[in-house]
Structures are given as structure tokens and as C-alpha cells.
């Protein structure tokens, strides 16, 4: 069990032993020092906080583990093209090789790094939405730079609402339906990244995987950010599977879909933040779910993995793999047993896109 998910244990614990109740005020404590930092890089990084010449969309959240950036990313560069803008798109490239000094994932035209140099988010990225460049590394200011010297004339910060030294003109806050608020708690006594009155900054909020819950759930999220932003917009998305493709016809970027997807049995293996998301999703799509297995988030898969992954699969009796285009990056094909990616995307329900547009105009 990992210690995120440890964690959220002991915060649904409704009756805690001696021992659950010490390993709480422990991580209180912890919590209270992690603040504490939090706040004082926050001061020196915004004093010291870069402008560049064409605007900056950051999205981000307030808590730790999947909320969909990727899929909103992918979206909002949909839009933005559509508008006919140039975007381009940063990220940090985490557990990437060059994370620490930085590298161009795409140009306009093809990809230029390998998925272990780029990072599994980047390189999928880069996959995924042709003619937009994506670049990696911690310093993203100088990625800013590197992006416009190319000719991208708009900027997508990817999980970018701590990082405060790149001025940005549109803070972007995802709120996850499943989990909004972190447990109430900052890391890692929970699961917040810094206090919530750090939603005053937000000039948007979209609320993500509200298919997963209650219209009395979303009402109560909806109040309780106005109780702290009342000013910002609230945009509903749904995150949908959009297909499922072989691993082969995925790695060739041919968009074929498997048809009769309803009853098939399906072991699902991820590396992600939110692998209970995963297989909603599956199960939305219709999948049978006979097992599944959950790694770390960014896991590098090895020979040995996918052997025991195979192995799992054909004792739960599935008829095929499913995972996730962040894990089909990393992963090598299995022989044994069919391989399939389940590909998700993100809409925005009324008049959402429309609000992200207007926004994006009135940007000079």
C-alpha cells in the first residue's frame, strides 16, 4: 500500500486505534512544517516572478494526484487552435532525464526525444497533439523563452499553479469531484498542496470526473469555492473514454477502435495518481473488470512487471490488458495476451468552452 493511499485510509477511519490517532498527529505536524515552506518559497519565488512577451495559461490544482491536466491540456490546445493561435506547451517532464536541464519533447513537425528522456506525460503529449511543441524541465521559465524563440505565440503551463516564478495572465485550478478538497489537510497529513485560500488566485475553476458523482456533491464543491473565490468561473467537465486502440495501432498512431467493447473481460494495469478513476472509466466503456494491479505514479516498467502483470491477467481470466496512455508509453508488448489503451478525453459541459474563449480573447 502506498503512503497516499495509507493516508486516505486512516482519514476515512471513522473510529481510529491509539496508534492510527499518534500516526495522524505525527503527519499533523508534518503538515504544519511543509506549510510553512510552502508559504515562504511562494513569497521569494513571486518577488523574483518573470513576464514574457505572450500570454500564459497555468493549469494546475490544489491537490496532490490525478485531476485530468493532461486531458484539459489537450483540450485547451484544441481550442486554442481552433482560434487560431500557436500554443505551446510546458512542463516539468517529471522523472524524465532531462527534467533538471530541460529538452524540446516536439517541434512543430515531429517528436524529438524517446518517452525516458521526455517523461511519460510529455512524450504522450507529444503523441497525441501534432504540430505543437512540447517542452520539458523544473525551469520553465527558460522553456517560456526556448517556446517563443519557436514561434509559439501562446503558453500552456502544465501543473503550473505552484510555480510561481512565470507570470501567468489565466490561472487554470481543476477541482476533482472524487476527492476535492485533499482530506482537509495539507501533505502529507493530507493531500492539499497549500492552504485553501490559495483559490483566491484562480480565475477558473473546472470541476473534473463530475460523471463520478451526485449533482448534491458538485452543489456542495460549487459552494464551498465561492465561500473562498467568488469571482472566478466554475466549469463542469466530464472525462469520457473516447475509444480503445491495440498497443500496436496506438504506438503507430493509427486511430482504430476496438468495436464490441461491452461484456469483454479486461485486467487494467496503471502507473497513475487516481487508478480508481481508471476503472470507472473502463467500466463506463463497458469492460468487464476481472483484476487489476496499480503501480506507482510514473512507474518504469521492467521485464519483470509485465510478467507479472501477464501472468495476473490470464489467472483472472481476461481476455485482454487495458491501460492507460501515460503507462502504454513505458510499456513493451506483451505476447500472451492482448494489450489495449484506453483513451480519455475531456469535455466541457454548457456554455464552458465559451467562457475559456472569451477569456482567451480579451488576453493582450
Given at each position: 500500500?502506498?503512503?497516499?493511499?495509507?493516508?486516505?485510509?486512516?482519514?476515512q477511519?471513522?473510529?481510529?486505534?491509539?496508534?492510527?490517532?499518534?500516526?495522524?498527529?505525527?503527519?499533523s505536524?508534518?503538515?504544519?512544517?511543509?506549510?510553512?515552506?510552502?508559504?515562504?518559497?511562494?513569497i521569494?519565488?513571486?518577488?523574483?516572478?518573470?513576464?514574457?512577451?505572450?500570454?500564459?495559461?497555468?493549469?494546475?490544482?490544489?491537490?496532490?494526484?490525478?485531476?485530468?491536466?493532461?486531458?484539459?491540456?489537450?483540450?485547451?490546445?484544441?481550442?486554442?487552435k481552433?482560434?487560431?493561435?500557436?500554443?505551446?506547451?510546458?512542463?516539468?517532464?517529471?522523472?524524465?532525464?532531462?527534467?533538471?536541464?530541460?529538452?524540446?519533447?516536439?517541434?512543430?513537425?515531429?517528436?524529438?526525444?524517446?518517452?525516458?528522456?521526455?517523461?511519460?506525460?510529455?512524450?504522450?503529449?507529444?503523441?497525441?497533439?501534432s504540430?505543437?511543441?512540447?517542452?520539458?524541465?523544473?525551469?520553465?521559465?527558460?522553456?517560456?523563452?526556448?517556446?517563443?524563440?519557436?514561434?509559439?505565440?501562446?503558453?500552456l503551463?502544465?501543473?503550473?499553479?505552484?510555480?510561481?516564478?512565470?507570470?501567468?495572465?489565466?490561472?487554470?485550478?481543476?477541482?476533482?469531484?472524487?476527492?476535492?478538497?485533499?482530506g482537509?489537510?495539507?501533505?502529507?497529513?493530507?493531500?492539499?498542496?497549500?492552504?485553501?485560500?490559495?483559490?483566491?488566485?484562480?480565475?477558473?475553476?473546472?470541476?473534473?470526473?463530475t460523471?463520478?458523482?451526485n449533482?448534491?456533491?458538485?452543489?456542495?464543491?460549487?459552494?464551498?469555492?465561492?465561500?473562498?473565490?467568488?469571482?472566478a468561473?466554475i466549469?463542469?467537465?466530464?472525462?469520457?473514454?473516447?475509444?480503445?486502440v491495440?498497443?500496436?495501432?496506438w504506438?503507430?498512431?493509427?486511430?482504430?477502435?476496438?468495436?464490441?467493447?461491452?461484456?469483454?473481460?479486461?485486467?487494467?494495469?496503471?502507473?497513475?495518481?487516481?487508478?480508481?478513476?481508471?476503472?470507472?472509466?473502463?467500466?463506463?466503456?463497458?469492460?468487464?473488470?476481472?483484476?487489476?494491479i496499480?503501480?506507482?505514479?510514473?512507474?518504469?516498467?521492467?521485464?519483470?512487471?509485465?510478467?507479472?502483470?501477464?501472468?495476473?491477467?490470464?489467472?483472472?481470466?481476461?481476455?485482454?490488458?487495458?491501460?492507460?496512455?501515460?503507462?502504454?508509453?513505458?510499456?513493451?508488448?506483451?505476447?500472451?495476451?492482448?494489450?489495449?489503451?484506453?483513451?480519455?478525453?475531456?469535455?466541457?459541459?454548457?456554455?464552458g468552452?465559451t467562457?475559456?474563449?472569451?477569456?482567451?480573447?480579451?488576453?493582450?
Open positions: 500500500m502506498s503512503i497516499e493511499s495509507y493516508v486516505l485510509k486512516l482519514q477511519e471513522k473510529n481510529p486505534g491509539i496508534i492510527e490517532k499518534l500516526v495522524l498527529e505525527f503527519l505536524g508534518l503538515s504544519w512544517l511543509y506549510g510553512k515552506g510552502v508559504n515562504k518559497r511562494r521569494k519565488a513571486q518577488k523574483q516572478a518573470v513576464k514574457v512577451s505572450v500570454p500564459v495559461i497555468s493549469v494546475g490544482n490544489i491537490t496532490a494526484g490525478g485531476t485530468g491536466k493532461t486531458p484539459c491540456i489537450m483540450k485547451l490546445v484544441q481550442i486554442l481552433q482560434m487560431g493561435k500557436h500554443p505551446a506547451i510546458l512542463t516539468r517532464g517529471y522523472r524524465g532525464k532531462l527534467e533538471k536541464v530541460g529538452g524540446i519533447v516536439s517541434d512543430w513537425d515531429k517528436i524529438l526525444l524517446s518517452a525516458q528522456l521526455a517523461g511519460d506525460e510529455p512524450y504522450m503529449m507529444a503523441m497525441k497533439i504540430h505543437t511543441p512540447v517542452l520539458v524541465g523544473k525551469h520553465r521559465t527558460a522553456s517560456a523563452q526556448n517556446a517563443i524563440n519557436m514561434g509559439a505565440d501562446i503558453l503551463l502544465d501543473d503550473g499553479f505552484q510555480y510561481w516564478k512565470l507570470k501567468r495572465d489565466i490561472d487554470i485550478v481543476l477541482i476533482d469531484c472524487t476527492n476535492p478538497f485533499g482537509e489537510h495539507l501533505l502529507p497529513r493530507g493531500l492539499l498542496r497549500e492552504n485553501l485560500e490559495c483559490m483566491q488566485r484562480a480565475d477558473i475553476f473546472i470541476l473534473t470526473k460523471e463520478q458523482v449533482s448534491q456533491i458538485k452543489d456542495k464543491i460549487i459552494s464551498r469555492i465561492k465561500q473562498w473565490n467568488d469571482q468561473f466549469i463542469k467537465s466530464e472525462q469520457k473514454p473516447a475509444g480503445v491495440t498497443y500496436e495501432n504506438k503507430k498512431n493509427i486511430p482504430i477502435f476496438l468495436e464490441n467493447i461491452e461484456n469483454r473481460k479486461a485486467f487494467l494495469v496503471s502507473g497513475i495518481g487516481n487508478p480508481s478513476s481508471f476503472q470507472t472509466t473502463s467500466e463506463m466503456a463497458g469492460f468487464i473488470i476481472t483484476g487489476s496499480n503501480f506507482p505514479d510514473h512507474h518504469c516498467y521492467v521485464n519483470t512487471d509485465i510478467e507479472k502483470v501477464t501472468q495476473m491477467a490470464i489467472d483472472s481470466g481476461a481476455d485482454i490488458i487495458l491501460t492507460t496512455e501515460k503507462d502504454a508509453v513505458k510499456l513493451m508488448p506483451i505476447s500472451s495476451i492482448p494489450l489495449y489503451i484506453l483513451k480519455i478525453e475531456m469535455n466541457f459541459s454548457g456554455c468552452e467562457v475559456i474563449k472569451n477569456l482567451i480573447t480579451s488576453l493582450k
